[in-house]
């Protein structure tokens, strides 16, 4: 997977001269708006799967974003406080995406270490406060581990379309975000990444 240059607006610097402004960006969802509006129908993202090569523009990574971040605040209102959502898989648009919609959503994104031992997975996220887990469906064996042994944690979705499997796949088809309204502030916590704990305990960075 790789990510293609982004393209410059009319005018010369792709930055300052577009819509993304420094006094106008004040979250990440401030950056995923802008970067769609400014963007649009560009390539913001190619990758191979199965020898098939895969475009996503700037508009559908905006679009799918806002339906992972309608369900996330509609979770979280249900339980009555901001989620925390764990990742546990290899880079894709799908991690991309519920990464960005979490944190425009106003909840925390955590992103695990897929070389971690499903004990101190489950140590981390029990440490995080976790409330759903989105994973890999090659990391199948540790999400069902640990969905087993962590009451704490509500849901787990895969990033993979599988049948009879919650998945990703019906977040995009079920949720309009388009009406999608954010509250998010500056001031809110958006990413825990924990160290690797080589030399010791693993510790959890609040961003």
């Excluded at 960006?25 to 199965?50: H, M, P, S």
């Excluded at 502030?185 to 010791?200: K, R, V, W």
């Amino acid at each position: 997977m790789r990510f293609d240059t982004v393209p410059k607006a009319k005018g010369g610097n792709n930055i300052m001269n577009g819509l993304m402004k420094p006094e106008t960006t004040k979250t990440l969802y401030d950056l995923l708006c802008q970067a769609e509006a400014l963007y649009g129908d560009k390539v913001f993202l190619r990758y191979e799967i199965d020898d098939e090569i895969h475009e996503k523009t700037y508009a559908q990574f905006g679009r799918d974003s806002k339906k992972v971040a309608k369900f996330i605040q509609q979770e979280g209102k249900a339980w009555g406080h901001d989620l925390h959502v764990a990742m546990l898989g290899r880079n894709s648009y799908e991690y991309l995406c519920t990464m960005l919609g979490t944190v425009s959503a106003g909840g925390t994104a955590i992103p695990m270490d897929i070389q971690m031992s499903k004990e101190k997975l489950m140590e981390n996220l029990e440490k995080a406060d976790t409330d759903i887990l989105f994973y890999d469906w090659e990391f199948r064996s540790q999400a069902a581990y640990i969905m087993e042994r962590c009451d704490f944690i509500h849901q787990s979705i895969c990033f993979q379309e599988v049948s009879r499997i919650e998945n990703i796949e019906n977040i995009f088809n079920e949720y309009d975000g388009s009406d999608f309204e954010t509250t998010v502030t500056p001031e809110q916590m958006a990413l825990i990444i924990f160290t690797s704990g080589t030399t010791g305990e693993s510790k959890g960075a609040m961003l």
